[in-house]
């Protein structure tokens, strides 16, 4: 059976006979969601879900306003100079 060690704390963990990279797993001590990223040797590194992502389509992420009001009247100063 092979084994990876989580990266939160450091506990052994099973991952069965034919474990597959990209794999989720969990750990059962400290419950850090996990991802198999190597099999020879075996790195486990935490999963990380699309779906979790801070905003959940790209429309909301074009929303944003980047650029402060000060920026723009900082930048016609320098063009009125």
Not at 16 to 44: M, N, S, Y
Request: aromatic share 14%; glycine share 4%.
């Amino acid at each position: 059976m092979m084994t990876g060690i989580c990266p939160s704390c450091g506990v052994e963990i099973e991952l069965g006979f034919h474990p597959k990279t990209g794999q989720r797993v969990d750990c059962h001590t400290c419950d850090a969601v996990l991802e198999i990223v190597w099999l020879e040797p075996v790195e486990l590194d935490w999963f990380y879900d699309e779906l979790d992502d801070e905003y959940d389509d790209e429309a909301e992420f074009e929303e944003l306003d980047y650029y402060d009001d000060d920026y723009e009247d900082f930048n016609d100063e320098e063009e009125d100079e």
